[in-house]
């Protein structure tokens, strides 16, 4: 981890509209990556049409080609294990890629409303997975889809595959008479493919997401100037995935040791987290002030963050994410 290194990334596009008739329109462009680490480049045609087949709604289809660059700590690692024989063996890697393919419908059904569901699949190749070199278990079932964090030193080649698959629904109801509600839920199934040919579900592969958002604003004071504001916000998630421990293998080790081949077969439970947001604004003629009391995850539930394996008693532990965290905050503006 003991490196340094420094690159530039060049992107640019151009984009066209038509309306082919009163109620079609047709969206075309293209998009230019460059990491300049790498030499790596790529053209991203991308295409989308819009029916608007009544006042209020609509169907809409698109396919996009995007790229992405790894994080830093990719590139500049170092091999560690000496795999390749070279100190960073991963700065001549090329751009991930992914195909998207998305239809979606639109509904308004009254000037305040938005409703709109949506179906995608993400076809992704090219991804970074650890090179045919590095033959321990963990390098067999590596992406770099499934990277948050960390360095990893083995050399990696664009060899790997992926796909995500599902369907989202929005409902809105747009800032209008002081109040407001935002609801979103997500469907989904999310697999790669690493250098053992083995098609599995990456970490992400939580099968479902909603978020819960609602706000209502009171105006208050002798002239109706100032305001009260109430926010909520929910989220139920499926929970994270992890390797699993072989606790036989552990128990007999004295230490944890992971089944890297099942993947990321443990379950951290469904993840659920309640925010609250009390505030109240003043505003006068020469500067606005605003105290804000934020309680997050305001019922103090204890997610999984991740699990390890405890040598002492001889079974998995969960490290838990923060409770509950309170934030007071007083915001002027002049």
């Given at each position: 981890?003991?490196?340094?290194?420094?690159?530039?990334?060049?992107?640019?596009?151009?984009?066209?509209?038509?309306?082919l008739?009163?109620?079609?329109?047709?969206?075309?462009?293209?998009?230019?990556?460059?990491?300049?680490?790498?030499?790596?480049?790529?053209?991203?045609?991308?295409f989308?049409?819009?029916?608007q087949?009544?006042?209020?709604?609509?169907?809409?289809?698109?396919?996009?080609?995007?790229?992405?660059?790894?994080?830093?700590?990719?590139?500049?690692?170092?091999?560690?294990?000496?795999?390749?024989?070279?100190?960073?063996?991963?700065?001549?890697?090329?751009?991930a890629?992914?195909?998207?393919?998305?239809?979606?419908?639109?509904?308004?059904?009254?000037?305040?409303?938005?409703?709109?569901a949506?179906?995608?699949?993400?076809?992704?190749?090219?991804?970074?997975?650890?090179?045919?070199?590095?033959?321990?278990?963990?390098?067999?079932?590596?992406s770099?889809?499934?990277?948050?964090?960390?360095?990893?030193?083995?050399?990696?080649?664009?060899?790997?595959?992926?796909?995500?698959?599902?369907?989202?629904?929005?409902?809105?109801?747009?800032?209008?008479?002081?109040?407001?509600?935002?609801?979103?839920?997500?469907?989904?199934?999310?697999?790669?493919?690493?250098?053992?040919?083995?098609?599995?579900?990456?970490?992400?592969?939580?099968?479902?997401?909603?978020?819960?958002?609602?706000g209502?604003?009171f105006?208050?004071?002798?002239?109706?100037?100032?305001?009260?504001?109430?926010?909520?916000?929910?989220?139920?998630?499926?929970?994270?995935?992890?390797?699993?421990?072989?606790?036989?293998?552990?128990?007999n080790?004295?230490?944890?040791?992971?089944?890297?081949?099942?993947?990321?077969?443990?379950?951290?439970?469904n993840?659920?987290?309640?925010?609250?947001?009390?505030?109240?604004?003043?505003?006068?003629?020469k500067?606005?002030?605003?105290?804000?009391?934020?309680?997050?995850?305001?019922?103090?539930?204890?997610?999984?963050?991740n699990?390890?394996?405890?040598?002492?008693?001889?079974?998995?532990?969960?490290?838990?994410?923060?409770?509950?965290?309170?934030?007071?905050?007083?915001?002027?503006?002049?």
């Amino acid at each position: 981890m003991d490196t340094k290194g420094n690159t530039t990334q060049w992107q640019g596009y151009t984009q066209a509209s038509y309306r082919l008739t009163q109620d079609l329109t047709f969206n075309a462009g293209f998009h230019m990556h460059y990491l300049a680490l790498t030499e790596a480049s790529s053209f991203e045609p991308r295409f989308g049409a819009k029916w608007q087949f009544k006042k209020n709604q609509s169907l809409s289809l698109g396919y996009g080609r995007h790229s992405r660059i790894e994080s830093m700590s990719v590139y500049f690692a170092n091999d560690v294990n000496n795999y390749s024989g070279l100190q960073q063996p991963n700065t001549n890697l090329g751009l991930a890629k992914a195909d998207h393919y998305v239809f979606a419908y639109d509904l308004f059904p009254g000037r305040k409303w938005h409703v709109k569901a949506e179906a995608y699949y993400q076809r992704l190749t090219d991804v970074p997975i650890a090179s045919p070199l590095a033959t321990d278990e963990f390098s067999q079932v590596f992406s770099t889809i499934n990277l948050n964090r960390s360095f990893e030193g083995i050399p990696l080649v664009n060899e790997g595959e992926g796909e995500n698959y599902g369907i989202e629904f929005t409902v809105e109801k747009f800032f209008t008479n002081d109040w407001y509600i935002l609801t979103t839920a997500s469907f989904f199934n999310s697999q790669f493919t690493p250098q053992d040919g083995v098609q599995r579900d990456t970490r992400f592969s939580s099968g479902f997401a909603t978020t819960w958002l609602a706000g209502k604003e009171f105006k208050v004071g002798k002239n109706k100037n100032n305001s009260f504001g109430v926010n909520f916000r929910a989220l139920w998630n499926g929970g994270g995935r992890f390797f699993n421990f072989d606790l036989p293998a552990s128990r007999n080790a004295g230490f944890g040791i992971r089944d890297f081949q099942g993947g990321y077969s443990l379950d951290g439970g469904n993840y659920v987290r309640i925010d609250l947001r009390l505030n109240y604004r003043v505003n006068k003629p020469k500067y606005a002030a605003t105290l804000s009391l934020d309680l997050q995850n305001a019922t103090n539930r204890a997610n999984v963050f991740n699990y390890f394996y405890n040598s002492s008693t001889g079974q998995l532990q969960a490290n838990e994410q923060l409770g509950l965290v309170p934030v007071l905050n007083l915001r002027v503006e002049l």
